[in-house]
């Protein structure tokens, strides 16, 4: 008998649990998701979590594409270098004197066309950096971003050695945001000429590239240095600020 009345406490209290229960259920805007699945693709996550799409890095492999002039010759070798050492795959088209107008009509479409790539990257300017026809650049870059349509890119700015007549606003406008490096702002030593990099400075100014696009560029991809470039840059900044604040 006595387990009987502990048999019929417990359905009692456990019918009361289950009648409290359900009415707090009913309490719950009609709209609430009490529970959803877990999607593990990335766009799922980053939707789910209202996270800004931008500021995370594509880890996957890309075909790189460089384009420009003698300045992005000598960006090829180390770009080329770091971008194979993310597992990208790498091609370059630059040719001394090359200019913004020599790539106007289809060329660079052209271009893509053939090479396929997933990312281009594009230096071009520095042999029309003290243009004052600023009217006929501005179409002039509008037609080399139409030509590069829906793909990824970005466009490397001329290093200047002084100041210039407003292309380098021109091209920063005409790319928009997040697609322009703006080497005018780099340090770099030059070579005879007085215009050109020396050397070792374009790994330099690669370096810098490659961690602009990973942290302030529209897409950003997967361009980590090489720890020994990485560590060179590093002490080359360290250097220039100490003989700055001398």
């Keep these: ?21 359900g009415s707090c259920s009913e309490d719950l805007p009609r709209e609430e998701t009490v529970y ?3 999607d593990t693709s990335l766009q799922a996550y980053i939707e789910a979590n209202k996270i800004d799409s931008s500021m995370l890095i594509d880890s996957s492999a890309q075909h790189v594409l460089l384009i420009g002039d003698s300045m992005a010759d000598g960006l090829r070798f180390p770009l ?15 040719k001394t004197s090359s200019s913004i107008i020599a790539w106007q009509g289809g060329r660079l479409k052209s271009l893509i066309k053939e090479v ?8 071009l300017g520095s042999n029309e950096l003290f243009t004052r026809r600023l009217d006929a650049y501005r179409k002039f870059v509008k037609n080399i971003v139409d030509q590069v349509g829906d793909i990824n890119f970005i466009w490397i700015g001329p290093p200047n050695w002084r100041e210039d007549n407003g292309l380098t606003e021109v091209l920063t406008e005409g790319v928009g945001e997040g697609r322009f490096f703006p080497s005018k702002d780099l340090t770099l030593k030059r070579a005879g000429d007085g215009i ?20 302030q560029s529209r897409k950003k991809i997967m361009m980590k240095v090489p720890p020994k470039e990485e560590k060179q840059a590093e002490a080359k900044a360290k250097k220039k600020a100490k003989h700055g604040s001398a």
């Design 80 to 94: 080329g270098d770091f971008s194979k050492k993310n597992g990208h795959k790498f091609t370059s088209f630059a």
């Design 1 to 21: 008998m006595k387990k009987i009345k502990i048999y019929m406490r417990a359905c009692f209290i456990l019918s009361v649990m289950a009648i409290t229960f």
């Design 116 to 123: 396929q790539p997933t990312y281009v990257m594009i230096s």
């Design 196 to 215: 050109h990099p020396r050397w070792k400075e374009y790994e330099t100014w690669a370096a810098a590239i490659s961690n602009w696009i990973m942290t």
């Design 36 to 38: 959803k699945p877990i």
